[in-house]
């Protein structure tokens, strides 16, 4: 089914992607066109589309296909695929064998099994970043049943942590924003502010870490309370900063009998449940309408921590691009 592409979210994936950070596990294929948070309209149906009509505003997340028979498929846990799902941008496509090729564009062709309803209600350009940033803080707090009662804390307020922050509220929870960041200070807890941290040791019943590089684990799970449990989102790398290296220690496992969990994304039927969540609960995500030309300054930027919180390239500005020169995306010398 072709969707004409309104608008795509920049993730920090895209980055990672883009500048070949995650060689080792999933190597980049070059070239690489990234985006997996892409809201557009049906443009046409062929004879078996059965959910949408030309002209439907729709989603498409970080999947494009998976092999819809294992266990995990069978779930609606795509993401979990064993025999790995076909990720929306830099993975051989099941039909062509063809890399796939993401929401950097302004058309793409997905089946209707991989495509969301944007819900009325939602404003389009918002509603993107909820396609990867929400169901990823989505699927955990529906996996481990956050709710009234519990303490959570989000760790890494960008944007991932800002739409957790929103969620875990809106469930019920009480949620402490964990950063690094000085200048996100108001209303959070800093990891070098050391009395701080001290005061909160032991208070939270749940942190969900959204850490895009590798960091330590260890100031983040004394903040747990017996039985917490520590769920990484971010960091697809090991956790433990070279400058900073310290394996997650099992003492600090061990006393309060926690747990250290990992979680990725969030299945197709997981991402519509959050898409009609906000909608229903007036979460949105704070994006920066991004031209398509001043791509690579976003990137400088969410690199640095400067996003506030998600960039959206508005894809109506593709007109403006000069290709060959603007449109280039920094990627390693190679
Ligand atoms: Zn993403
Ligand atoms: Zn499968």
Redesign the pocket.
Known sequence: MPIEVLHCGVCHSDLHQVRDEWHDTQPTEFPCLPGHEIVGRVAAVGEHVVKFREGDLVGVGCMVD?????????AGL?Q??????TMTYNAPDRVTEQITFGGYSQSMVVREEFVLTIPDGLDPEAAAPILCAGVTMWSPMKHWKIGKGHKVGIAGIGGLGHMGVQIAKALGAEVTAITTSEEKRADVLVVSDEAAMQAAEKSLTHIIATIPFGYDTNAYLQLLALDGIMINCGALEPLQDGERAQAPDGFHLAMGRRTLAGSIIGGIEETQEVLDFCAEHDIAPEVQTLAMADINDAFTKMNDGEARYRYVIDMASFADVDAGAATKLDTPAK
């Open positions: 998976s092999c819809q028979h294992c266990e995990s498929c069978e795509e979990y695929c064993v025999e790995m799902p």
